[in-house]
Structure formats: C-alpha cells, structure tokens
C-alpha cells in the first residue's frame, strides 16, 4: 500500500512538472513570437497578424458563448421592467449626448 501511495505521489508530481515545462515552453515561444515580430518592417504583415489575432479572439468569444436559458431570458426582461419603473433608464437623446463625452 505504501508502495502504491509513493508511486501515485511521484505521478503527481510528474504531471505538474510537466505541465510546467508545456507553460515554459508556451512563454518561450511566445518571447520568439515577440522578438520574429519585432524584425518585421512591412506593414502589410503587421496589418495582416493584426486581423488575425482580432479574428481569432472573437472566434475564441464566440466559442465560449452559452445560450441562455428561457427562465434566464424572462429573468433579464423582469429586471428591465423593474429598473424602467424606478426610472433607471435614460432617453436615446441623452445617451447619445453621453457616449459624445466619452471620446
């Protein structure tokens, strides 16, 4: 038993360096990533990885996105009532007003 409880310590332990060495080989990758990117003058390339990271974290967003549920949906327009009763709503004209501000 003790032989067991030993063998499962070291696996563990093994895991987690390895999962180490998958990160530290992740961060060196992405410091040649950097150091590739900094040597490069034409802009068409630039603009051309600039599109693709914006494409790929939306496509990773969009992933990620979990429908909600009817009761959830309801729950959302219950709320909206509720703070359109208590007045915590402002016209089309002042939030435009508003986001004018923000520039």
Not at 66 to 94: L, T
């Amino acid at each position: 038993m003790v032989l067991i409880e030993k063998t499962l310590f070291l696996l563990s332990k093994f895991f987690i360096f390895v999962e180490r060495i998958k990160d530290m080989n992740i961060q060196a990758r992405k410091l040649d990533l950097i150091e590739e990117f900094l040597r490069i003058s034409d802009e068409e390339i630039i603009s051309k990885i600039e599109s693709l990271i914006r494409e790929e974290k939306k496509v990773s967003y969009e992933r990620n996105l979990k429908p909600m549920s009817m009761s959830e949906f309801y729950d959302m327009i219950d709320q909206a009532k509720r703070e359109s009763d208590s007045g915590q709503v402002i016209s089309h004209e002042e939030l435009k007003k508003k986001i004018k501000t923000w520039k």
